[in-house]
Structure formats: C-alpha cells, structure tokens
C-alpha cells in the first residue's frame, strides 16, 4: 500500500473481508474519522457553487413552471402573491387544482394533437433505429473512405434544427425548390410538386427531415456499441456457419440492448419534444394537420400567453415520455440485467 | 493569489475565501450591472429587418444631437415575447417597436406610457391621417405609440402574364379576375394564377379576409369590436368566392403553410403568378431592380383592389416608449426623431419609403420631392394614394383576445377552403370562438 502524499489521509478502497458474505469495500480513513468527516465538508463546499446554480437555472424554474400549470396565470395582472429571487419578483398567481389539465384534457385539439404526436414519434422512432441501425453496421465494416463517410455522417446532425427546417423548406419549395427543379429537369414530374398541401403528406415530410437530421446520432451509439462486442463471438459463430443474419440476431442485436435501450429514450423523448422544424416549415398546419402537443403548448403559452393550460399540455408531455422509459426499461433492459 | 504564486500550491481555507469573494463578486457584479443599466444610454430595440438602415440614421442622430443611443435588434418570431420577458425581470428598453396587436397588452400590463403629456403630441396627432391615428390609441383613447409605417393591403397583377392570355388590362371585378384566372389555367399559361396571402400568420389569412371584406362594404367587427360576420351576407359571398377559387384550381396549395407574409410575396418573384394581394411595399421589391424577381422592373403593377367598394384593410406598425424609462427626455426626443419629424421633411420616413416602400401616416410624406422619385420606380403613386385613401382599420387587435381568435381562425378558414367545411359551418365556427375568447 503506497500513499500518493506523505502529508494526507490515505483515502484508497480497502478491501473488507467478511466472514458470512462476499468482500466488501469501504472508504479507510488512514489516519482519523474527523480529518475524513471535515474533507467530506470541504468537498460540499467546492460543489456547492455548481449545485446552487443548478438550483437556480434548473430546479426552480422546473418547480415554478409546474406550479404554473396548476395556477391561473393572468400576465395583465401579475400582482399578488409573490416571492423575489435576486431582485426577481415571480408571481405566484392563483392556485387552481387540476383546472388547467381538465381544461386541456377535455379540448378536442388536444387528443387529435397528441393522436398526431404519437403517429409522429412512432415514425420517427422506428425509422431512426432501423436506418440508424444499418448506417452503423455498414460503417463498422472495414472499406476504403470509412472515416471520411463517419466524419460526413456528423454533418445533419451538428446541424441547428432551424437551420436543418429552412434548408429542406428550401430544397421542398413549390416554386424554387431544388428537389423540384432536379425532378423537373431529369423529366421525371411534369410540373412542381406541392410537398405541403396535404396535411399528411406535411406530416410526414416533417417526420422524413427529422430523421436525417437525427439517425446520425442513433448510429454514433449504435456504432459505439458495435465496437465493444468481442470479434471472437463472431469468429466462433462463423466456425459454427452462422451467416450475416444469424449473426445480427444472435450476437449483435443482444448485444446491443443497452445501446437499444438508450437510442430508443432519446429518439422517443426527442420525438415527442420537436418543435424547431414545425417552427420554421408548417407552423402547424395546413389548418391543424401537423399540430402536434409540443406545438400546441408552445402556442397556448407563448402566442396566446395561456401560461397555466400551456404548461400543463407540455406536462403531460413529461408523464408520457417517463411513462415509456419506464416500459423501455422493462421490454428492453430487464433481461438484459437478470442475465 | 499571492501564496499560491509563491508556493505554487493553496491550502483549503485559502482556496475556500477565495471561491467565497469569487461567487460575492458574481452575485454583487450582477446587482451592479443591474444597477448600471439604469445610467446607460437609451436602449432602443427592433426587430430585425433593415438594421443597417436603422443603425446609419441612429449614427446620425447621435452625432447631430449629441445623444447616446444604443441600437439592437431582436429576430422578429420571438421579438415581442423576448421582450415582454426581459420586462418582467425588471430590464428597461427605453424605445421599442410595437407590432399593432401587442400595443394594447403592453399597455395593459404597464409596460409602455402613454404620451399624450409630452410636448409636441398635438402637432403630430394633427399631421397624421385620422384613421392611423385611431388606431394608434389605446381603448381608453390615449395616444400611446408613433408610427414606423403603415401596412394597406393591396392588388397587384403581373402585366407580361396577362398580356400573354390576350388581356389588356387587369380585372376589374373579382368576377372577371376569376374568369381571367380560369383561361390562364387553361391555356396553361399558369398553373395557380391567383396568388391571395392566406399564409397562417396575423399578416397574412386574417388581414386578407378583412380586406376581401371590407373590399366588399361588409362589417367584420362592430363598434364594441364584436364579430357579427353572421349579421352580413357580403361576408359569405367573400368565402363562398375563397372556396371557389381554390376548388377551381387557381390557389396553390402551399400557401397555407408559407412562413410570412415576405416568402409569399417572394413567390411572385417567378412571374408564375398573375394577381397577387399583399402589403402594398412588398411591391417594391417585386418590380423594382430586384435581381431575383422576373417582374423587375415594374412587369409586377398595382391594379385599384376590386370589390364593391374596393377598401382594403390597413394597420400601423410603431415605436413605444417604456413606462419605466428613467431618461424620460431623452427616451421622448428619440421617438420624436424616429416616429414623428425632429430632424424636419420626415428625415426617418424618407428613407424607410425609399429604401424599402413603407407607407407612413403622414400625407406631407408625399410631397417630398425624393419620396414621390423613389415610388415612381416601382409604383403608380396616385394609385397607391388612392387605395391608402380607401384603406380600412380595425379597432378588434385592440381586445386581450385578438391574437387567439387570429390564430384560431385561420385554421377555421383554411379548413373551410380545403376541406368540406361549408361557408355557413365557417360563419358559425368563428362566431363561437370568438364568444369563446371574447
């Protein structure tokens, strides 16, 4: 046993041997309980900086928009109950229960919204695993320019999602559109395809974008995950002549059920959240077509100044997505774990 | 500091009072940037359109009145939002554009002054056209905002299109711009002739039924700003015409989900269209030596807007003055500078309908010499005064509700124009939600 600092409290694990049970670790303090009790306080004070922002920047605007969506929030009159935080005078409005949820649970816009978000995150989320999935396999074997297409598969996805709605609203304009002009001039359409006059047709224009700007990242992880499964499952599955779909099924998509697992939180949270690209190429529409509840709230709250029912619809969102990581966690990762 | 550059190690308890009068200094710095605000010079914030103009006649006004004005630009999506935000923690902008339905909720919530006690108000409320300066007002009558530039709706129609279906001049009437449109598509010459700007947001579907309603005589909203579209048959021959000119074929059906109002007109830059309503400066970079547009220069021309009486719908952009301001005078000289005539023959003004065709409230705009030059470049001035003439306000963006009811009907109208809704279920939709809102 080595102390790195003649002149500190030795803090390295120490093995615990245990006459009933398995070996233990504890932390074993070289020389007192108190010189390890008063480092224990010096490291809370070094965090304390960064958690009292975190408190400031995350949790309390994340308690205070949840005790907007069950408050009566009227900007034209915010005076009233109030607390201060830096000279920050934050109304506390009028408590109303569960009015705003029943509100929004009860308005038809709501359910074909969400019937529409959920249509969407379906989408998005089968096609980001599946072409996220292939991108990964093909760029984990071996070719000549595999770095360089690794490095292009960064490009949509280091993209802002603005920049990503106005360059496809470009290349998908009726009348500028280069999709259109390719189309047009290799004589493939007679005349200018209209990508946005049908509200589902839009819907799903938005779901394709989506997906190029955000399978790259699924393949990053997928392909993370490729290269820690040991080659020689492979070698001895190739001995016993297993071919390329035995293999995908047997191996590598077992092995990959921690990755699964993530990708398929992260696209479906993502999914349920997008709102740039509706932002910039449909505001919704045409008429409602492509209102999902993101973009309902956004408005609700930000357009109308509806702050309580806003919150609320985007709340509900939170439940939603917590929901399905719990059940992702069970389908996906709870045999996983028992192995 | 001194220990640790001696040693060139720290000891807990320094590197602790350190960390302590490290976060002292960041919470006292950020009570004293707040505090410096109050002695800065005048904040003045826009959207952002045409900051390089603003900043060269900011420059100016600096250097000729010895003032310190600082200008920013805000991107106009989030503009007012942004800025009702920075408010609400206690941030002054002392000058502010005003997009018109905000004006009222601004001054609802205590945000912005009004200016009826500050010298010179008579001399410019005298100087404005009646009808901006109404709206201008907020319910209870009070002046509280100065104009940056008018928007009318108008018509304008593409002359080489036309001429090329064998007509010599533009319609008239809807019917005959129908029947126009109709031999269009037919011979093929266009495949959507008609191009109204039902794109979905506030100055696009709702300004251009106001207007295709007041082109008809009929009311829309009544003096106490209710909706009685039920109580007007002109209302619903206008969306019995809306739904038949998309069934005919002659709208594109992009236009519901174009962004702005500035894509929209962007579209007749192909020459694809033969008639186009939007606001009147949009013209301006359609036909004048703009390198994109195919109707540059002056092929796009503005046709009077048809209709029974021909009247289009017409509101007033503007420059606020905050409420909380601390250099009262100074915040006031700007808006003069910038909303009224400090600086004499519209110093401001000019150079917004030069540079880019906006319309003011004051006719005396018009006389000036360099203003009358730059509009004959790309429209027929008396023509343009003559629908500014006709142009109708509405006093509903006044109401808390307005910007709901905006929003939500144009869903209501869009869904009537491309899916079965029928114009009397439309009629009957829009009055509930507004009874809903109201």
Same mark, same amino acid.
């Given at each position: 046993?080595?102390?790195?600092?003649?002149?500190?409290?030795?803090?390295t694990?120490?093995?615990?041997?245990?006459?009933?049970?398995?070996?233990?670790?504890?932390?074993?303090?070289?020389?007192?309980?108190?010189?390890v009790?008063?480092?224990? !306080?010096f490291?809370?004070?070094?965090v304390?900086?960064?958690?009292?922002?975190?408190?400031?920047?995350?949790f309390?605007?994340l308690?205070?928009?949840i005790?907007?969506?069950?408050?009566?929030?009227?900007?034209?009159?915010?005076?009233? $109950?109030?607390?201060?935080?830096?000279g920050?005078?934050?109304?506390?409005?009028?408590?109303?229960?569960?009015?705003?949820?029943?509100?929004?649970?009860?308005?038809?816009?709501?359910?074909?919204?969400?019937?529409?978000?959920?249509?969407?995150?379906?989408?998005?989320?089968?096609?980001?695993?599946?072409?996220?999935?292939a991108?990964?396999l093909?760029?984990?074997?071996?070719?000549?320019?595999?770095?360089?297409?690794?490095?292009?598969?960064?490009?949509?996805?280091?993209?802002?999602? /603005?920049?990503?709605?106005?360059?496809?609203?470009?290349?998908?304009?009726?009348?500028?559109?280069? /999709?259109?002009?390719?189309?047009?001039?290799?004589?493939?359409?007679?005349?200018?395809?209209?990508?946005?006059?049908?509200?589902?047709?839009?819907?799903n224009?938005? #779901?394709?974008?989506?997906?190029?700007?955000?399978?790259?990242?699924?393949? #990053?992880?997928?392909?993370?995950?490729?290269?820690?499964?040991?080659?020689?499952?492979?070698?001895?599955?190739?001995?016993?002549?297993?071919?390329?779909?035995?293999?995908?099924?047997?191996?590598?998509?077992?092995?990959?059920?921690?990755?699964?697992?993530?990708?398929?939180?992260?696209?479906?949270?993502?999914?349920?959240?997008?709102?740039?690209? #509706?932002?910039?190429?449909?505001?919704g529409?045409?008429?409602?077509?492509?209102?999902?509840?993101?973009?309902?709230?956004?408005?609700?709250?930000?357009?109308?100044?509806?702050?309580?029912?806003? $919150?609320?619809? +985007?709340?509900?969102?939170?439940? /939603?997505?917590?929901?399905?990581t719990?059940?992702?966690?069970?389908?996906?990762?709870?045999?996983?774990?028992?192995? | 500091?001194?220990? +640790?550059?001696?040693?060139?190690?720290?000891?807990?308890?320094?590197?602790?009072?350190?960390?302590?009068?490290?976060?002292?200094?960041?919470?006292?710095?950020?009570?004293?940037?707040?505090?410096?605000?109050?002695?800065?010079?005048?904040?003045?914030?826009?959207?952002?359109?045409?900051?390089?103009?603003?900043?060269?006649?900011?420059?100016?006004?600096?250097?000729?009145?010895?003032?310190?004005?600082?200008?920013?630009?805000?991107?106009w999506?989030?503009?007012?939002?942004?800025?009702?935000?920075?408010?609400?923690?206690?941030?002054?902008v002392?000058?502010?554009?005003?997009?018109?339905?905000?004006?009222?909720?601004?001054?609802?919530?205590?945000?912005?002054?009004t200016?009826?006690?500050l010298?010179?108000v008579?001399?410019?409320?005298?100087?404005?056209?009646?009808?901006?300066?109404?709206?201008?007002?907020?319910?209870?009558?009070?002046?509280?905002?100065?104009?940056?530039?008018?928007?009318?709706?108008?018509?304008?129609?593409?002359?080489?299109m036309?001429?090329?279906?064998?007509?010599?001049?533009?319609a008239?009437?809807?019917?005959?711009?129908?029947?126009?449109?109709?031999?269009?598509?037919?011979?093929?010459?266009?495949?959507?002739?008609?191009?109204?700007?039902?794109?979905p947001?506030?100055t696009?579907?709702?300004?251009?039924?106001?207007?295709?309603?007041?082109a008809e005589?009929?009311?829309?909203?009544?003096?106490?700003?209710?909706?009685?579209?039920?109580?007007?048959?002109?209302?619903a021959q206008?969306?019995?015409? !809306?739904?038949?000119?998309?069934?005919?074929?002659?709208?594109?059906?992009?236009?519901?989900?174009?962004?702005?109002?500035?894509?929209?007109?962007?579209?007749?830059?192909?020459?694809?269209?033969?008639?186009?309503?939007?606001?009147?400066?949009?013209?301006?970079?359609?036909?004048?030596?703009?390198?994109?547009?195919?109707?540059?220069p002056?092929?796009?021309?503005?046709?009077?807007y048809?209709?029974?009486?021909?009247?289009?719908?017409m509101?007033?952009?503007?420059?606020?003055?905050?409420?909380?301001?601390?250099?009262?005078?100074?915040?006031?000289?700007?808006?003069?500078?910038?909303?009224?005539?400090?600086?004499?023959?519209?110093?401001?003004?000019?150079?917004w309908?030069i540079?880019?065709g906006?319309?003011?409230?004051?006719?005396?705009?018009?006389?000036?010499?360099?203003?009358?030059?730059?509009y004959?470049?790309?429209?027929?001035?008396?023509?343009?005064?003559?629908?500014?003439?006709?142009?109708?306000?509405?006093?509903?963006?006044?109401?808390?509700?307005?910007?709901?009811?905006?929003?939500?009907?144009?869903?209501?109208?869009?869904?009537? #124009?491309?899916?079965?809704?029928?114009?009397?279920?439309?009629?009957k939709?829009?009055?509930?939600?507004?009874?809903?809102?109201?």
């Amino acid at each position: 046993m080595t102390t790195l600092d003649p002149g500190r409290p030795d803090l390295t694990l120490q093995p615990e041997a245990s006459a009933s049970g398995p070996v233990r670790t504890r932390w074993f303090a070289g020389k007192n309980r108190q010189a390890v009790q008063s480092e224990g !306080w010096f490291a809370a004070a070094l965090v304390s900086p960064a958690l009292l922002v975190i408190l400031l920047i995350v949790f309390l605007p994340l308690v205070y928009s949840i005790w907007l969506s069950f408050a009566e929030v009227d900007l034209l009159r915010p005076g009233g $109950t109030a607390i201060t935080i830096f000279g920050m005078r934050l109304p506390l409005y009028r408590f109303t229960g569960l009015a705003n949820y029943s509100k929004v649970l009860s308005d038809p816009l709501y359910w074909q919204a969400l019937l529409r978000t959920v249509y969407f995150v379906a989408l998005f989320v089968i096609e980001a695993v599946v072409i996220g999935l292939a991108m990964a396999l093909v760029l984990n074997a071996h070719f000549a320019g595999r770095r360089l297409m690794r490095a292009m598969l960064l490009v949509p996805w280091s993209m802002s999602r /603005i920049a990503v709605g106005i360059l496809w609203l470009g290349m998908l304009d009726a009348d500028f559109g280069a /999709i259109n002009g390719i189309l047009y001039r290799l004589g493939l359409i007679d005349h200018y395809l209209s990508f946005f006059s049908d509200g589902f047709t839009a819907l799903n224009v938005l #779901i394709v974008v989506y997906v190029w700007n955000q399978a790259p990242f699924a393949t #990053i992880l997928f392909l993370a995950g490729l290269q820690s499964i040991p080659q020689d499952l492979y070698h001895a599955a190739s001995v016993d002549g297993a071919g390329f779909w035995r293999k995908l099924w047997h191996i590598t998509l077992p092995s990959l059920r921690p990755m699964m697992f993530l990708v398929l939180v992260l696209a479906t949270v993502n999914g349920f959240l997008m709102l740039d690209l #509706i932002y910039v190429m449909t505001s919704g529409g045409p008429g409602n077509d492509t209102t999902t509840v993101t973009w309902l709230g956004y408005r609700t709250a930000f357009s109308f100044f509806k702050f309580g029912p806003g $919150t609320a619809i +985007l709340f509900t969102l939170t439940l /939603i997505c917590v929901a399905l990581t719990v059940i992702y966690h069970r389908l996906v990762l709870s045999k996983f774990q028992s192995e | 500091m001194e220990t +640790l550059s001696r040693t060139g190690s720290i000891n807990r308890r320094q590197l602790m009072a350190g960390a302590g009068a490290a976060s002292v200094a960041t919470l006292s710095g950020a009570g004293r940037f707040g505090a410096a605000q109050a002695a800065a010079p005048i904040n003045f914030v826009g959207w952002t359109f045409r900051p390089d103009m603003v900043q060269g006649y900011v420059d100016f006004y600096n250097k000729s009145y010895g003032e310190k004005v600082s200008y920013s630009t805000l991107p106009w999506p989030q503009y007012h939002q942004t800025l009702e935000q920075r408010a609400f923690a206690g941030d002054i902008v002392d000058v502010m554009y005003c997009f018109h339905t905000f004006r009222e909720r601004w001054a609802q919530t205590g945000m912005i002054r009004t200016l009826d006690d500050l010298p010179g108000v008579d001399e410019l409320k005298k100087a404005m056209m009646p009808a901006n300066l109404e709206s201008l007002l907020n319910r209870e009558g009070k002046l509280i905002a100065l104009p940056y530039f008018v928007n009318l709706y108008i018509l304008m129609h593409n002359e080489p299109m036309l001429q090329q279906g064998g007509f010599d001049k533009p319609a008239a009437s809807f019917d005959e711009l129908i029947e126009q449109c109709v031999k269009l598509k037919k011979d093929k010459i266009a495949e959507y002739p008609y191009l109204p700007n039902w794109n979905p947001t506030i100055t696009g579907t709702t300004p251009q039924f106001l207007t295709d309603c007041f082109a008809e005589g009929a009311t829309v909203f009544d003096a106490k700003n209710r909706l009685v579209i039920d109580q007007d048959p002109a209302v619903a021959q206008v969306l019995e015409r !809306w739904k038949k000119v998309y069934a005919l074929g002659l709208v594109t059906p992009e236009i519901f989900t174009k962004p702005s109002s500035t894509d929209v007109h962007r579209m007749m830059f192909t020459g694809r269209y033969a008639y186009h309503s939007n606001i009147s400066n949009y013209l301006q970079t359609i036909a004048s030596d703009t390198k994109e547009s195919l109707l540059a220069p002056k092929k796009a021309k503005m046709t009077p807007y048809p209709g029974k009486v021909g009247s289009t719908y017409m509101w007033t952009d503007s420059y606020v003055l905050n409420a909380n301001t601390t250099s009262l005078e100074s915040a006031w000289k700007l808006m003069q500078f910038v909303g009224g005539n400090l600086h004499k023959n519209w110093y401001v003004q000019q150079q917004w309908a030069i540079g880019s065709g906006l319309d003011n409230v004051y006719p005396d705009l018009y006389k000036e010499p360099a203003v009358v030059a730059s509009y004959a470049n790309w429209v027929d001035l008396p023509t343009l005064r003559a629908q500014y003439d006709k142009g109708k306000v509405s006093g509903a963006f006044k109401e808390q509700w307005y910007p709901e009811y905006d929003a939500r009907s144009v869903t209501i109208l869009h869904d009537m #124009i491309r899916k079965n809704l029928s114009v009397a279920e439309t009629i009957k939709a829009l009055v509930a939600l507004h009874k809903s809102l109201a």
